[in-house]
């Protein structure tokens, strides 16, 4: 699956904060509690020597056990280690109804000359709260620190990558057969305005390419013209002299046929290019009694192929169009519906207030859809055509925004103009 470029950097980006935030996290947590128990071990120890210096001198062997009633941190107990130690105690709290932790530093003191260990403990838990507390505020501002900074970083990368979707989209839009000039917009960015100027020059260098070609095709049109219909004469005076042989008008017929291919075939090209550079003045067409009139026109060829002819046409069907390049759509799909028939086979034309649709079985199979307007491509190899019927016919439909659409099934071709 294709991501843009923005998303996917945004997406390394959450990657790699979502693992700082966790690292941040357990660090920070682990960080905090060792300087709190650090902490509580050098207030354990103050509060011991505190004790050394204001009661172990002045307490006796029996006032043990008073002061211990009245000291709830402090204890002091039968000798238990002559070694200074601390370790983690859990204590039931009766009014909390639960054990709390508790660290406790116990080291030996001599009172009346005899030794004893005084337990000096503090309560963990209310450390453990701060730590939390702590903890849940510096992930608070580290998440609200990671979202501005994608958010800022979403609204910066929009704004700097808008040249670079303003030129895609005018290169998507762009259409060499119309000659329109390529437009950026400028960026501040180097490498976008440098991607601009080579568009830009591409663009021009073809569009520059294709006139020159464009021109080449036009002009060669042009000029044979002429040739060929005075060679198209010249064939029809000499078919007509009464001392030829059956074999030599047999030759002239068939250079003659070829004649008239180029013929057709120049026509064409001429008609392709007055398409690309004209614009063709449109007016109410009544669609109906056109299609009506094109197949009285084609009923000839109809008959020669004993085709069945089925139509179902709306009336009145009026279409805004140029009655020129209408004709041609009409002449070019009933004109491969018929080439590409065979003998006894059946055509059925179709015509609604939104589309036109023209059915014909055939001997082919299923064409390729991708070459189906490309110029000179044939449907059958074998076939009289040039290969620019459908290249006309998409031509015009682009002219005015028309869709055809090609469909096969139960081996029936079928071409369908929705307009």
């Known amino acids: 699956m294709r991501k843009k470029l923005l998303n996917k950097t945004l997406q390394l980006y959450a990657i790699y904060s979502i693992l700082i935030l966790l690292i941040s996290c357990f660090a920070f947590y682990f960080f905090l509690k060792k300087i709190y128990v650090g902490e509580t071990h050098e207030a354990l120890v103050l509060k011991s020597k505190m004790f050394e210096s204001t009661y172990q001198n002045k ?5 043990i056990a008073t002061w211990n009633k009245y000291n709830t941190n402090q204890k002091i107990v039968v000798l ?31 009172i009346e ?15 453990e709260d701060i730590i939390k507390s702590i903890l849940m505020l510096f992930v608070f ?43 950026y917009s400028e960026s501040k960015i180097e490498e976008f305005q440098n991607l601009n100027q080579a568009f830009e020059n591409l663009i021009n260098t073809n569009l520059g390419i294709y006139q020159n070609q464009r021109e080449f095709v036009e002009n060669a049109a042009h000029e044979l013209q002429t040739p060929l219909a005075i060679f198209q004469n010249q064939l029809a005076l000499l078919i007509q002299n009464k001392d030829l042989t059956v074999e030599q008008a047999s030759i002239i017929q068939k250079i003659n ?19 690309e550079k004209t614009d063709f003045e449109k007016q109410e067409v009544n669609l ?36 020129q390049l209408l004709e041609s759509v009409l002449f070019n799909l009933l004109s491969n519906a018929v080439k590409h028939n065979y003998i006894n086979g059946k055509i059925e034309i179709i015509l609604t207030n939104t589309y036109i649709k023209v059915i014909n079985t055939s001997l082919n199979q299923e064409l390729v859809k991708e070459n189906l307007y490309v110029r000179f491509q044939k449907i059958n190899p074998s076939s009289e055509g040039n290969g620019l019927g459908l290249s006309i016919l998409k031509k015009i439909v682009e002219i005015n925004n028309w869709e055809i659409v090609y469909e096969y099934e139960n081996n029936l071709h079928a071409f369908q103009l929705n307009f």
Do not use: C
Request: net charge positive.
């Open 80 to 110: 238990k280690s002559k070694h200074k130690t601390f370790k983690e105690i859990e204590v039931f709290d009766i009014i909390e109804k639960e054990k709390i932790p508790f660290l406790e530093y116990q080291h030996p003191i001599l």
């Open 288 to 323: 109906s009694k056109m299609m009506q009139e094109h197949t009285v026109l084609f009923a000839e060829q109809f008959d020669a192929h004993h085709l069945i002819i089925q139509s179902n046409l709306k009336e009145n069907v009026i279409l805004r169009a140029n009655q």
């Open 141 to 183: 501002l580290l998440v609200f620190l990671i979202l501005g900074l994608f958010i800022l970083t979403q609204i910066i990368s929009v704004k700097i990558w808008r040249p670079f979707y303003q030129t895609l989209n005018s290169i998507k839009s762009f259409e060499i057969d119309k000659m329109t000039k390529f437009e």
């Open 113 to 127: 000359n005899k030794l004893f260990t005084l337990q000096t403990k503090d309560n963990l838990f209310e450390k």
């Open 59 to 63: 307490l006796k062997i029996d006032e």
């Open 257 to 275: 046929l070829t004649v008239a291919r180029l013929n057709r075939l120049n026509k064409n090209l001429l008609f392709l290019s007055k398409l």
